[in-house]
């Protein structure tokens, strides 16, 4: 069994297991008086199941697995993304120089409003920096989202694998079917291929951040943040965006300035809609999901809610981060964007801003 990271999910695996017999006394269940002989061997330890869960989890997990490489890459913010992007590209030195070192770390935090759209025009090379650092800075954040949403599917398949074993124990001893059963087993089977998805995910996004920054054959695992940086309280202002635009129009021809001015409008509706769903996420979902799930672990204590209803809490609640982990994402990659459009770039397309529908199928009720 993996470790328990949330306490939740530690209420309802205890909570879940402990109501029938653990593997080293569900063998007895095999004859006529199968249950009740487990339970007499229950018996024998002083608090009943829940001292037989933990000699269970003490003397029956499996084998640890073998530890991975150490991370020779270590990527705390995008800001050492960009830095180390940069490296790899030896010409920007010179307009690293030619910018100044305020400015470029303006740059490199990704504080790119810092920067007067005239610089363009007088530090040759700038167009090259900025895509570079753009480039990095979304590698970055998507590798940083999909390591987060690892962390999550692991945390939903131990919901799961609680569920298919409370079930698998039921069956057992006969006070389930196997269609009964059934539910609970289609649900870790998924729970399994949606982590080994977000693996995947994890493992491409890592490779591609690796390829952005040029560093293919060097280094093979990247240390990374638990979690994307918070999101911030201020938004840029529709009158910030329009007085920027109007410096960046004095610096383009007419055409441009139109394109630009075209991208920038979509680049802030973009911006400001995916922060709002971020923050509602933040603010409202997750925070109703937490309360449903500590409400149905009080009720179970009371005797009114089932571990069923547990789990599935659990399970809601894990799928509802995963959301917000996707949203967060996408917010950080269309104030990327913005910054780029600002900075009179045309991004190849602006972020799509997913549903939650598929995570919250895969978390229905299993029972």
């Given at each position: 069994?993996?470790?328990?990271?949330?306490?939740?999910?530690?209420?309802?695996?205890?909570?879940?297991?402990?109501?029938?017999?653990?593997?080293?006394?569900?063998?007895?269940?095999?004859?006529?008086?199968?249950?009740?002989?487990?339970?007499?061997?229950?018996?024998?330890?002083?608090?009943?199941?829940?001292?037989?869960?933990?000699?269970?989890?003490?003397?029956?997990?499996?084998?640890?697995?073998?530890?991975?490489?150490?991370?020779?890459?270590?990527?705390?913010?995008?800001?050492?993304?960009?830095?180390?992007?940069?490296?790899t590209h030896l010409s920007l030195a010179g307009v690293q120089a030619q910018l100044g070192s305020a400015l470029t770390e303006a740059v490199a935090q990704g504080r790119w409003m810092d920067l007067d759209p005239s610089?363009?025009?007088?530090?040759?090379?700038?167009?090259?920096?900025?895509?570079?650092?753009?480039?990095?800075?979304?590698?970055?954040?998507?590798?940083?989202?999909?390591?987060?949403?690892?962390?999550?599917?692991?945390?939903?398949?131990?919901?799961?694998?609680?569920a298919h074993e409370l079930g698998r124990r039921m069956v057992q001893v006969g006070n389930w079917s196997r269609l009964q059963g059934a539910p609970a087993s289609l649900a870790l089977s998924e729970a399994r291929?949606?982590?080994?998805?977000?693996?995947?995910?994890?493992?491409?996004?890592?490779?591609?951040?690796?390829?952005?920054?040029?560093?293919?054959?060097?280094?093979?695992?990247?240390?990374?943040?638990?979690?994307?940086?918070?999101?911030?309280?201020?938004l840029i202002s529709t009158e910030a965006l329009?007085?920027?635009?109007?410096?960046?129009?004095?610096?383009?021809?007419?055409?441009?300035?139109?394109?630009?001015?075209?991208?920038?409008?979509?680049?802030?509706?973009?911006?400001?809609?995916?922060?709002?769903?971020?923050?509602?996420?933040?603010?409202e979902v997750l925070k109703t999901r937490e309360l449903m799930a500590e409400e149905t672990v009080l009720r179970y204590n009371g005797m009114l809610k089932s571990v069923w209803d547990v789990l599935t809490e659990t399970r809601l609640r894990f799928a509802a981060a995963a959301e917000a982990v996707n949203a967060q994402r996408d917010f950080w990659l269309a104030e990327a964007d913005l910054q780029w459009v600002l900075q009179g770039g045309e991004p190849s397309s602006f972020v799509s801003l997913g549903g939650g529908s598929s995570a919250a199928a895969s978390a229905a009720p299993a029972h």
């Open positions: 069994m993996l470790p328990l990271k949330h306490p939740l999910l530690a209420a309802a695996v205890w909570a879940g297991l402990a109501t029938v017999a653990p593997a080293a006394v569900a063998a007895q269940a095999d004859t006529p008086m199968g249950w009740r002989e487990a339970n007499d061997a229950v018996g024998q330890f002083q608090r009943g199941h829940i001292d037989v869960l933990r000699w269970e989890q003490a003397n029956l997990q499996a084998p640890p697995e073998p530890a991975a490489p150490a991370p020779t890459l270590v990527l705390p913010a995008p800001a050492d993304a960009v830095r180390q992007a940069w490296k610089l363009h025009r007088r530090v040759h090379g700038l167009g090259e920096l900025l895509a570079v650092a753009r480039e990095a800075r979304l590698a970055w954040i998507r590798a940083v989202a999909a390591r987060q949403a690892v962390g999550l599917h692991r945390e939903s398949l131990i919901a799961a694998e609680t291929m949606a982590l080994q998805r977000a693996e995947y995910t994890d493992a491409l996004a890592e490779r591609e951040l690796i390829r952005v920054l040029r560093l293919t054959g060097q280094h093979d695992r990247v240390a990374l943040p638990e979690g994307l940086p918070a999101l911030p309280d201020t329009d007085a920027h635009l109007q410096h960046l129009r004095d610096q383009l021809q007419r055409a441009e300035a139109l394109r630009a001015a075209s991208y920038a409008r979509m680049a802030h509706k973009a911006y400001r809609t995916s922060h709002a769903l971020a923050a509602g996420y933040r603010d």
